[in-house]
């Protein structure tokens, strides 16, 4: 066989071989072609993303992402409510973590102590800030790549939304919306008093999250003290003039409140005052268990105590009724303060404080004591509580004002475009010409090509032999 | 053949010197093959072998290839679990049980889990990852290319748990000196209790049994993608499960929408605000703190500000009104709300008539109760002393006892402040019509008020339950697992199939040069037996 005709022998198997290889590749690619689909990337940046903690201090969750909220309002969005549902995406969107290689040899290997690797640094915790997000065609194998494009973006677009809102930090002024003007002045000053703790500790609260964090030079720490101001000083003066000079709407029915509260307080004080004692009885009766020491010197003695669970038990339920009584005794203590304010009478019922009594009634007493708080007729003392409510209302709302802004803006600090950075989507669907289907058409042709590549050579050595 | 002696000192072959191969053959005499011959036949056949050589080559290459497609390993996916809910607090536990008092005062008595164990502190069965509701959902509505069954699917699961640092480095000393024969260290080995991560590790192996023929040898196989979506849907089905098990997520139960005031009496009204408020509060303060601290997205407050409207209500405008209903008397049937006071204060006598007996037989019995008495003597010494130590029983009877003074106590309160109710009712002049409609006004108010103070807590809680500290007791990582790259797993096996074909081709090379020399020497043999026997006839 002359060499030019092996050679074209060869060349023909071969172009034959790779021809019926790609023939064989397109129809295999073409039964089984893979899905369709649209993805992206959502990012977290923000200060505790890598704990798994949103801004606001609480756990987030992907799964969010394909909750009804989010699908609905993207179909919408897109101006598709009415072709598909969002059960159906729900089932053909795939949300995973980006998560280092090896995550799992680095969370859970063992650093031996004898090979000195036990200073190398590895996962302890780990939380994905990277995911990526793929919404495939399942659902309607028709969809076009333009729609399928835009349901993507609303969803990932209506999620990050969805995450800023639900994360931001907001502030709610008042809890009822109660009429004050229903109540009286005492009860109106109670009330305020409330709702100034509640928004001080929420300011001290994010203060001690937050201390860095400035608006127009304010902190939320300044928010704070600007509360706890308003409160102990013009809330406090307000007080003691209602107190002192027992202002009141309906002062019989106010003394009634007083009255019967007292008697409730004085009925429970009695009755955990009894189950204490009994408690004592029980204690004093139970014998705790001893231990004895045996020594090798030969002697026996008895050394060190052993608590019992029941007796301490015991103990911690005293313990639990004494601070009990003691609470109660403080409130008895201020309510009868109130109603003796209120009936008027100076003498043994407002004598000085006990020791165990807190330092608002502390402060009343002292009040009482110092001719610095004004003593008013009942009229211009109406009008004076009522324009000091209507006073410290407004300065509350100012601060509360200042404080909403502090929040906004610190939500918008952490929550951005920045910090939750979402990718363009990307399409990709099973082609002729894509990397899958080349690397499934070398791993078809190629075995058949390698086949007809031997062919041709035992053909050659045949014929050289029969040349021979 | 003649061979021409070689000059002494040198080692090359001269001219015309031939090099002979000797065969010994034990039939007979001495055979010899000139490799040079044989090497000259090689290079006369050396075009052909070429080829040979290329094809031995090929051949050599490609097969490890085959084999790798014939004997791939199946791919293997894997995720690290890791436990996220709060658990009984092990340090805590443990100075309990030591007693340190002062140590307990500083520390908390639930926080985030660092075992594997329940939030109620048992041992976490993770026999629960490969159980048939959590395999079942995760198959549910997935579309594989081919069908799985429960059975096969649990088969190809492990589960593997991680050992602390501190287990691993005791399992490590003691594994160390148990191999050195050290019988002490392999009984405390045996004895140490091993402690295991919050973590674990979950492993899925494709190649699965068809269902349809479960004793056919042929496994099924999915593909990568699919293989990592389902061990990503088992172990959300697993989250899911451990919430359903574990997660306390009771709302309070609605007292208030039961209160009409247009229907009931005052003092019922102001009664049942009272109750459904305190009953409302109490529900708020036995939650966690982790729970108390949660902010609503929506509203902005946390529990702890509910708690604190609560108590506002209660103080403020529940107490003010029950007040004024009872120092009133409004009442529009008066007698008939005495006699439901009346009623309801023999109830009250009754049970704490039954509680106060219970009271007085348990101390009889503690009274009387004689507890054990341990005696303890040495040998070396002829001294012995005793003890009482009291029994498990002995403690019930007291820890039952401290509870029947507390139910006692709350009963006497309770019948006190009815007591103090109906007194009061029975005494107050009866109230005008005007005070009436203005009272139930003001109870209406109340009323509605309560009404949104629950609804507040309701959807507050029902946001809690819905959020992720309350839906994801769990999380995993990605599933990952690849197979090799087919070159590279079968790289060393193709040098060594390319090595071995060209040796085989060496050597079939060698053969066909050798073989020809066989073949001539066969006809060269029988002229030479011809001769010989000329010589012995003329002889």
């Known amino acids: 066989m002359k060499k030019t005709h092996w050679l074209r022998t060869t060349i023909i198997t071969l172009a034959a071989c790779g021809l019926a290889g790609l023939i064989l590749a397109v129809v295999l690619f073409n039964a089984n072609p893979g899905r369709t689909g649209v993805s992206s990337t959502i990012e977290f940046s923000f200060d505790g993303a890598s704990d798994g903690l949103a801004p606001n201090g609480s756990r987030f969750d992907l799964e969010e992402l394909t909750s009804d909220d989010v699908l609905n309002a993207a179909l919408e969005e897109a101006g598709m409510a009415d072709r598909y549902t969002a059960e159906q995406l729900r089932e053909n969107i795939l949300v995973t973590g980006v998560y280092p290689k090896n995550i799992v040899e680095q969370m859970t290997g063992y650093e031996s102590l004898l090979t000195g690797d036990a200073g190398k640094v590895k996962f302890t915790d780990y939380h994905a800030t990277l995911y990526s997000v793929t919404l495939y065609n399942d659902f309607d194998k028709g969809i076009s790549r333009a729609d399928l494009e835009k349901l993507l973006t609303a969803v990932m677009g209506q999620f990050r939304a969805r995450f800023i809102r639900v994360y931001s930090v907001i502030l709610s002024d008042e809890i009822l919306d109660m009429d004050l003007s229903k109540y009286d002045y005492s009860q109106q000053l109670d009330m305020m008093d409330r709702t100034l703790i509640r928004l001080h500790d929420f300011a001290a609260e994010m203060s001690e999250k937050h201390p860095d964090f400035r608006l127009n030079g304010q902190g939320f720490e300044d928010i704070a003290v600007r509360y706890e101001n308003l409160r102990t000083t013009e809330l406090k003066r307000l007080s003691g003039i209602v107190s002192m000079n027992a202002l009141s709407t309906n002062p019989d029915r106010i003394a009634a409140q007083y009255e019967n509260r007292v008697r409730v307080l004085e009925i429970r004080i009695a009755e955990l005052t009894r189950e204490a004692k009994d408690t004592d009885e029980l204690i004093a009766q139970y014998t705790k268990d001893g231990i004895i020491y045996v020594s090798t010197s030969g002697a026996l003695q008895q050394v060190g105590s052993n608590t019992s669970e029941t007796y301490d038990a015991l103990i911690a339920r005293r313990q639990e009724l004494e601070n009990q009584i003691a609470d109660l005794n403080r409130e008895l203590a201020e309510v009868k303060l109130k109603l003796s304010d209120l009936r008027g009478s100076a003498g043994s019922e407002t004598a000085a404080p006990a020791e165990d009594a807190g330092e608002e009634e502390k402060d009343e007493t002292a009040v009482k004591a110092d001719p610095s708080v004004p003593a008013v007729d009942p009229e211009a003392g109406k009008t004076l509580v009522e324009n000091g409510v209507a006073s410290i209302a407004a300065r509350r709302e100012a601060i509360t004002a200042d404080f909403t802004a502090a929040l906004q803006a610190y939500s918008e600090r952490e929550m951005n475009e920045q910090t939750i950075a979402v990718t363009p989507v990307l399409y990709s669907a099973p082609k002729i010409l894509s990397g899958a289907f080349i690397k499934h058409a070398l791993k078809t042709a190629g075995p058949l090509c390698a086949l007809g590549f031997m062919a041709c050579l035992v053909g050659i050595i045949i014929s050289r032999r029969k040349e021979k | ?539």
């Open chain 2, 1 to 539: 053949m003649e061979n021409k002696e070689r000059p002494s000192g040198s080692l090359l072959p001269e001219k015309d010197t031939r090099i002979q191969l000797v065969v010994n053959n034990s039939d007979s005499e001495e055979d010899t093959i000139d490799l040079g011959r044989v090497f000259h036949n090689m290079k006369v056949k050396s075009r052909i072998f070429a080829w040979v050589l290329v094809l031995c080559l090929t051949v050599g290459l490609c097969a490890p290839l085959v084999m790798y497609q014939l004997n791939k390993a199946p791919l293997t996916v894997s995720a690290v679990v890791t436990l996220r809910y709060d658990a009984p607090n092990p340090e805590y536990l443990e100075a309990q049980e030591e007693g340190n008092k002062e140590l307990l005062k500083t520390l908390e008595p639930y926080a985030p889990v660092s075992l594997l164990v329940t939030p109620d502190g048992e041992p976490l069965d993770l026999s629960v990852v490969t159980s048939a509701p959590v395999l079942q959902k995760a198959l549910s509505g997935m579309r594989l290319s081919h069908p799985v069954s429960i059975e096969n699917l649990r088969g190809n699961i492990t589960v593997t748990r991680v050992l602390t640092e501190e287990s691993s480095r005791t399992r490590e000393a003691l594994s160390g000196l148990a191999d050195a024969k050290n019988t002490e260290a392999y009984n405390r080995l045996e004895e140490t209790e091993m402690k295991y991560q919050n973590r674990f590790v979950v492993t899925l192996t494709n190649g699965f049994s068809d269902p349809r023929d479960p004793d056919s040898r042929v496994k099924i196989y999915l593909t990568d993608e699919e293989l990592r979506i389902l061990l990503n849907r088992i172990l959300d089905a697993y989250n899911d499960a451990l919430v359903q098990q574990y997660a306390d997520v009771r709302l309070p139960a609605d007292k208030v929408s039961l209160i009409d005031p247009s229907a009931q009496d005052l003092p019922e009204v102001a009664d049942a605000l009272g109750v459904s408020m305190d009953d409302l509060l109490a529900y708020c303060e036995k939650q966690p703190e982790s729970v108390r601290a949660y902010r609503s997205w929506r509203t902005g407050l946390s529990l702890e500000d509910w708690i604190n409207a609560i108590r506002t209500v209660r103080s403020v405008s529940i107490d003010y009104l029950e007040a004024t209903v009872y120092a009133n008397g409004l009442s529009s049937d008066r007698e008939t709300a005495a006699l439901t006071w009346r009623y309801r204060l023999r109830d009250l006598k009754a049970d704490l008539a039954k509680v106060e007996e219970r009271i007085a037989n348990t101390g009889t019995l503690l009274k009387n109760y004689r507890n054990d008495e341990v005696y303890v003597s040495m040998q070396e010494s002829d001294g012995s002393r005793s003890t009482k130590v009291t029994t498990a029983y002995y403690n019930e009877l007291v820890a039952g006892q401290q509870e029947n003074y507390a139910e006692a106590a709350a009963l006497r309160i309770e019948i006190a402040e009815t007591e103090n109710k109906l007194a009061r009712l029975e005494e107050a002049s009866s109230g005008g019509g005007a005070d009436l409609a203005d009272a139930g006004e003001e109870a209406a108010r109340n009323v509605d008020m309560a009404k949104r103070l629950f609804t507040g807590v309701r959807e507050h809680m029902s946001e809690l339950f819905a959020s992720p500290i309350f839906t994801t007791y769990s999380e995993h990582s990605a599933p990952q697992g690849e197979t090799e790259n087919f070159l590279k797993a079968s790289l060393k096996k193709m040098i060594i199939g390319a090595v071995a074909g060209a040796v085989v081709a060496c050597g079939l090379w060698f053969l066909a040069a050798l073989l020809p020399e066989f073949q001539r020497k066969k006809e060269d043999d029988p002229p030479k037996a011809e001769d010989e026997g000329k010589e012995a006839a003329e002889a």
